[in-house]
């Protein structure tokens, strides 16, 4: 349980006071080296960075400076990274997978004049990029394999500054200490660089008071006591890893595992059992995905009992988990199922002593979450961003739903923007990007609310719910909110829809272009006994468009479920006549929806969806694969979807 | 690597031959091989490459010439003789227990470093355990050394086939020799495991010191990283020196791309 006393440290040297005060015997770090875990209580965690801290300052680290650490996760790293702390210095650890180019930018814009790297790969970065920064003074190895013949006077061991560290603590034992003390809560912590798929990265400036108040919050949330484990696996230059391995560790004081290699953080994770577990959804798909695999390989005995208990734990496990009411027999047969099925697997999985696991980053499948758990892993939804150092909304336990991502996190306001965008405004708000002050005016506005770029709804429970990227988001002329790509992926889960395009914005009811699939249609039509001479014919075939008109009702009752998406139901759609096609400009090449073009071209379609045509003429422009041009004529019928009342009857009904 | 440092010749040939029956697979081979150094032994097809090595871990006897190793010269030998003398080796095709872990593979390379006698070590009790949990730490060196963590206690069968080497050099290493052979360390190799192979090949030679005896095949692995390649042709030795050297030498260019007589 957070000690609220323990607000009187501001900063996290003064914290690692603290943690070595109350607890220096518990284990703070643990290590797997030549097949065996190691451990470094607090004591040993705290002993290790006051050397390297000694030793940095020997090497001429002053308060403010920049200490670039690039690696996997490893115990020293986290040690140099709380030395730099204890200096005032500040952190900016950098992905461990980021090419020479992507260094240099870091430490360009930073200004690191130190480095940390895990090893010879590392170095070798650090090295390559020496002619564009001569400004850097010394890089600090933590595996010295390899690097013997490297030039002392700047690639320098992790060992040997500890020793001078060692040297200068006794020359002048109060340094250090007073060092610390000079530090505030105010002062940064630590620069993280988003990884930047628009334009360059932007470094996101976090202040000591922003990640401990945070950590605070969060550990009280999930009640973390100094006797969880969680396992640092991944990048350390994310903020997920900043928060869970480094500040609500030394917040709750738990032990953080680190791995012996990215090859054996499964194995890793099976030995030590963590109860307290982060990973983006990618990571429990690639899990699910492994089982499934094993399970088909498996014997049948083994496969039968398998999927039967799954079944059981589809039907009542999520329902345990969140205490609801579970017939007796369903409790009796997954408690049968826990001692065949679910705790073997779990077991093997890493995961029999998970408490509390977190997904973030993404939006996570419904059919994954729930497959964990309904095996009774308390899996739960975070929505967080660098700029909140992680937490904006988070799911309480017993207030878990696949496509919600949970209500307010405690002292986060909460507020949804005119077009939709989701803003707030909480004491993690980062201080600024660095060194890039049209960036900080255009993310946070000056009473300190964030704006996330994510459009999104508090639903009646209030809970948040994200549907889309804020500025593909529209309106539509009732008000509500219309998200295209939202509706569009909705569509493209059905087989027969190959690509959709969806209108709406500033429209009075919403309609679609549709691209059937053409595998799929002409495989059905085969079963179905509907012959047909090419694209064109398949695409205008009148089953065709039931098969389609189908699959649009189902997402209709999808959207009409949802009181902020009901007046985005589909009521007229176009089965186009010709495939959407990169060539014709249509469609980017990673196959995203060219918006704008498709208006350009299709202009008289869409003006058709909106008038009481039935049918509609049109010429359009091909592009052949040898790069020809032709075009192509169509004469294309606008489908009304039945239960929904014609819209152009409506709309002469209304004029 | 000119300027690289080499103790004395740690092994010497002199007039060294072997035959088979009428095959003379090694006619009086001559040569010195110096502490610390990367020597590469290459040559055609049936040059006697293999033989060579076989010749230096005491598989074959030399019908005729004298072997001088450490300043002794060397009589009739048997392999194990050469392992407890600190010659290990890795074969052609890789020679692991497939049925075994990689962990436990490498382990039997420590067979000739146990002192407790089977009884004691089937116990596991007293010094048969102090000495295993000893002898458990060097292996996880070599295990760290050549990262195969992740495969610890994979059962080498199920291994790919670069991996497989890995842990037969790991198994030779265990021995700690002092002269290391390696029979065609990069044959099945794709490049990337080729030049992961080449830079353990050079780590073991720089941080333990080893001296270093391989067949290879591959060219540019050998102009890459030996300081010295010896050459045979049917039999004999017709070049010898550094990769430079042996590269320009008009003997090699016919013994690999033929001559008319």
């Known amino acids: 349980m957070t000690d609220r006393n323990q607000s009187v440290a501001d900063t996290f040297p003064k914290l690692l006071r603290e943690r070595v005060r109350t607890g220096g015997d518990r284990p703070a770090m643990r290590e797997k080296r030549y097949g065996i875990w190691q451990t470094w209580t607090w004591k040993d965690y705290e002993g290790v960075i006051r050397r390297f801290a000694h030793g940095l300052s020997d090497l001429g680290f002053k308060r403010g400076d920049k200490l670039t650490i690039i690696g996997d996760n490893r115990p020293r790293l986290y040690a140099a990274m709380a030395s730099a702390q204890c200096l005032g210095g500040i952190p900016v650890p950098a992905y461990q997978d980021s090419v020479a180019g992507e260094i240099q930018y870091l430490v360009e814009h930073s200004e690191a004049h130190f480095i940390v790297a895990e090893d010879q790969e590392q170095v070798d970065k650090a090295l390559e990029i020496r002619e564009q920064c001569p400004f850097v003074q010394a890089i600090i190895y933590d595996n010295p394999r390899g690097l013997r013949d490297y030039d002392p006077e700047l690639v320098l061991s992790f060992e040997a500054l500890e020793e001078r560290g060692r040297q200068l603590a006794e020359r002048d034992p109060g340094f250090l200490d007073q060092a610390i003390d000079e530090g505030s809560g105010a002062d940064t912590a630590v620069i993280l660089y988003t990884s930047g798929t628009t334009g360059t990265p932007k470094g996101v400036v976090l202040s000591h008071e922003n990640l401990l108040v945070t950590s605070r919050n969060a550990a009280e949330f999930d009640r973390i006591t100094p006797d969880t484990n969680s396992l640092a696996y991944l990048p350390m230059a994310w903020v997920g890893d900043n928060i869970f391995s480094f500040s609500e560790a030394f917040v709750a004081g738990f032990c953080v595992n680190c791995p012996e290699s990215g090859a054996t953080v499964m194995q890793d994770m099976r030995e030590i059992g963590p109860d307290f577990y982060f990973g983006p959804p990618r990571i429990f798909e690639n899990l699910l995905t492994m089982v499934m695999i094993r399970m088909e390989d498996a014997g049948w005995i083994k496969r039968k009992l398998f999927h039967y208990f799954m079944g059981v734990a589809r039907r009542a496990g999520g329902r345990i988990l969140d205490h609801q009411s579970v017939s007796l027999w369903d409790r009796l047969l997954y408690g049968v199922g826990e001692l065949l099925i679910f705790g073997p697997l779990k077991n093997t999985l890493g995961m029999s002593r998970i408490r509390v696991a977190y997904t973030a980053g993404e939006a996570i499948g419904p059919e994954l979450f729930d497959f964990y758990r309904s095996l009774g892993i308390n899996l739960k939804q975070l929505y967080g961003q660098t700029e909140a150092a992680v937490f904006v909304t988070m799911q309480l336990d017993g207030e878990v739903r696949s496509e919600t991502v949970g209500t307010a996190f405690t002292d986060v306001e909460l507020k949804i923007a005119e077009n939709s965008e989701v803003l707030y405004r909480s004491p993690g708000v980062f201080q600024e990007y660095y060194k890039n002050p049209e960036a900080t005016a255009e993310t946070k506005t000056p009473d300190g609310w964030v704006k996330t770029g994510d459009a999104g709804y508090v639903d009646e429970e209030g809970h948040l719910r994200i549907i889309d990227r804020a500025k593909d988001v529209g309106k539509m002329n009732d008000g509500s909110m219309f998200a295209p790509k939202y509706i569009e992926n909705k569509l493209k889960f059905y087989q027969y829809i190959k690509e959709a395009v969806t209108f709406g914005d500033q429209k009075d009811y919403a309609s679609a272009f549709i691209n059937i699939d053409l595998d799929a249609v002409s495989n059905w039509a085969e079963r179905n006994n509907i012959t047909y001479g090419g694209y064109q014919e398949i695409a205008s075939h009148d089953k065709v468009r039931g098969l389609i008109e189908d699959c649009i009702a189902k997402v209709n009752e999808d959207l009409a479920a949802d009181s902020h998406l009901r007046s985005s139901q589909i009521q007229r759609f176009i089965i186009l006549h010709k495939e959407l096609d990169a060539d014709d400009g249509e469609l980017t090449r990673t196959r995203k929806v060219r918006r704008r073009i498709i208006a350009e071209k299709y202009g008289t379609l869409i003006d058709a969806l909106y008038s009481d045509q039935q049918h509609v003429e049109v010429e359009s422009q091909v592009t052949f694969e040898d790069g020809s041009t032709g075009s192509l004529h169509a004469d294309l019928k606008i489908y009304d979807l039945p239960g929904l009342k014609p819209m152009h009857e409506s709309l002469a009904a209304a004029s | ?261």
């Open chain 2, 1 to 261: 690597m000119s300027e690289r440092q080499f103790g004395d010749a740690v092994l010497s040939f002199d007039n060294v031959s072997i035959s088979f029956g009428a095959v003379a697979a090694l006619t009086g081979i001559s040569f010195d091989i110096y502490e610390h150094e990367i020597v590469a032994i290459i040559g055609p097809n049936g040059a006697g490459k293999t033989t060579a090595l076989n010749v230096i871990n005491g598989v074959y006897q030399p019908t005729d010439g004298t072997i001088t190793y450490k300043g002794e010269a060397r009589t009739r030998m048997r392999p194990y003789q050469a392992a407890a003398q600190g010659i290990a080796r890795t074969f052609q095709n890789v020679a692991l227990f497939k049925g075994m872990n990689t962990l436990d593979n490498i382990m039997t390379g420590r067979n000739l470093k146990m002192k407790s006698n089977l009884f004691l070590q089937g116990l596991y009790w007293g010094p048969a355990q102090r000495e295993e949990i000893e002898h458990r730490k060097a292996v996880e060196k070599i295990i760290d050394f050549l990262e195969i963590e992740s495969v610890r206690k994979t059962v080498v069968g199920r291994l790919p086939f670069g991996l497989q080497k890995r842990v037969e050099l790991g198994r030779a290493l265990a021995a700690e020799p002092e002269i290391l052979l390696l029979d065609e360390p990069m044959a099945g190799m794709n490049l990337e495991e080729k030049e992961d192979m080449c830079r353990f090949v050079l780590d073991v030679n720089d941080e333990l010191g080893t001296t270093i005896v391989l067949i290879e095949h591959d060219m540019s692995v050998v102009m890459d990283i030996s300081d010295r390649v010896i050459v045979l042709d049917y039999g004999r030795k017709i070049s010898e020196g550094t990769p430079e050297v042996v590269r320009a030498d008009q003997n090699v260019i016919d013994a690999y791309l033929g001559v008319t007589h």
